[in-house]
């Protein structure tokens, strides 16, 4: 099992550009998330998903949008990159909000 | 959705037993309360969690008291590889999208 995989792990963007970030999960997790974290602070949710074709917002949803067209796949957008969007992105699966979340190894964006 | 309070950062040495307590004291009856660990560059790894009481896995003890207003996570014996951000989460199934993960507490552990 490769448990939670993110693509890429590095991206250099320039303000205005757009791109997508893809994170994948092998464990049949109904829940998805997507958080990010910046220099020496804790993560905070963008969006998540409950389920195949469904998306929520979180605590930080400007800028960004999401798609969970397959259970396994999760995909954050940022259609016009914005300097402030310079961060660690993570994506996490659980198989409920109770239990534990398993984390990807990251994306590092640099908006200049 | 219950709010947490967690020392900035510790320090420790080799060998010695850690307790980071964590304060959180709206918790709700169906909440429970998780632990993860963080090392640079990586994503949050689960640690333990818990309802009451205590709680115990092969990496670390949870405790509880019996009012759930604040929990413990004791390391035992920690070692250099232990220094990380540990993060207490509240929260169950309702109201989870607004779970925080502050700031944590930064344990440096030192020869």
């Known amino acids: 099992n490769a448990g939670v995989t993110q693509t890429p792990k590095f991206r250099v963007l320039k303000t205005g550009q757009s791109m997508t970030l893809l994170c994948a999960q092998d464990m049949n997790h109904e829940y998805m998330y997507w958080y990010r974290q910046d220099p020496g602070m804790g993560l905070r949710l963008i969006h998540y998903s409950v389920g195949e074709g469904t998306t929520a917002k979180g605590e930080v949803p400007d800028g960004y949008n999401v798609s969970r067209l397959k259970k396994q796949n999760f995909l954050l957008g940022l259609e016009s990159a914005a300097p402030s969007q310079t961060s660690v992105y993570f994506c996490?699966?659980?198989?409920?909000?109770?239990?534990?979340?398993?984390f990807g190894p990251g994306t590092r964006l640099t908006v200049t | 959705l219950a709010k947490t309070t967690q020392p900035i950062s510790m320090d420790s040495y080799e060998g010695q037993e850690v307790n980071i307590t964590c304060s959180h004291n709206n918790i709700a009856t169906n909440d429970y309360i998780t632990w993860y660990q963080q090392f640079p560059s990586q994503g949050p790894r689960f640690i333990i969690q818990g309802y009451k009481t205590k709680v115990t896995n092969e990496v670390a003890s949870l405790f509880i008291p019996a009012d759930r207003k604040s929990s413990t996570l004791s390391l035992p014996r920690v070692s250099l590889s232990d220094t990380a951000v540990y993060y207490c989460?509240?929260?169950?199934?309702?109201?989870?999208?607004?779970?925080?993960f502050g700031t944590g507490t930064r344990l440096l552990v030192s020869p």
């Open positions: 996490a699966s659980s198989y409920s909000p109770v239990y534990e979340q398993y």
């Open positions: 989460l509240v929260g169950g199934d309702t109201g989870f999208q607004k779970l925080v």
